[in-house]
């Protein structure tokens, strides 16, 4: 609203100045070849010009700012032409009003003509206006349209990372009470640990069900959940090394994705007291690296086709470098940026 009101001062003085200037000069040469026009009518009818265009410049900037914006029909075609004819009304009335003005306070002789001296120059005027109307108005719808966009694409994003986020939490307890069917078998006393710690990382998704991105140090924290469940199930056989420094534990990452690289390596490796299966975690400037020692399974079973790709895309929808994956014959390690 602020920037019409500045818009239609502006343009109005401008518009003011481009017409008073050239009868300031044509007044300044008259007087200097001493032709009969006295210095205080050339002033009057200076000022009468100026405060004519300013205010003749903002009625039709209100007009074509604010009044056509109250449509009256629905039909484009009926609307575009009723403001033409009703810009054409306030030329006429425009003109007429000013013109008996000056008639009446500024002693002009009425044979002037009326359609050189108003007309014309009102119909020029409506012309500007209406021209910087449209000009603001596409610039306006421009810039709405430019945020419905921005609003789709990120609503779609939403929409998606939920729907991968989604995938994760079944897929998880799915794996996690396999697990536990064992442990009962084995130790009573460990699955009601294993429950506890369950429990806890149920907690972490609940709590950040609305989250995109998590504190590395959040990551850790359920990190330690999901490793107590893993140690009860593989014993010696699996270890995760942390070597994250402590600066770096505020940077942000996808929320769950440490687990699905640690899930991802058990997935596709051989644990066990005789193998085991080491998961290094460290941090490199702007960079998260997860590293495991390979030994890999003959099969797979399960997973559905999630872990990596998953976390690819969930990288892809927040507009993050996208992870890198390098594999030796010795090791599997997986880059993720940082926030």
Partial sequence: MKNKYK?????SLALTLFFILPWISIFDQAQQFQQ??????????LLFLAISVFIGSLIFFQFNFYWKSARLVKNALVSSLSQFLINLLLIILISGFFYRVSIRLLDIDPETSFVSLYLIRNLGISVITILVAYA???????????????TLKNQKMETELSALKAQVDPHFLFNSLNSLTGVIRENQKEAVKFVGHLSETMRYTLDHKDTNLVTLRQEIEYLKSYEFMMK?????GFKIDNQIENGDLDKRLPQFALQL?????????????????????????????????L???????????LGLSNLSKRYELLKMDPIEIDKSHEEFTVTLSLL
Avoid: M, W
């Fill in 261 to 293: 690289l640690v899930e991802n390596a058990i997935k596709h490796n051989k644990v066990s007291k005789k193998n085991p299966l080491v998961i290094r975690i460290s941090t490199d400037s702007e960079k998260l690296k997860v590293c495991n020692n």
């Fill in 232 to 236: 009860i199930r593989f014993g010696d």
């Fill in 36 to 45: 009969a026009i006295p210095g205080e009518i050339a002033r009057k009818r």
């Fill in 136 to 150: 603001y108005s596409a610039a306006e719808k421009s810039k709405l349209d430019r945020i419905n966009l921005l």
């Fill in 7 to 11: 818009i239609s001062i502006s343009v």
């Fill in 295 to 305: 030994q890999p399974k003959t099969t797979v079973s399960g997973g559905y086709g």
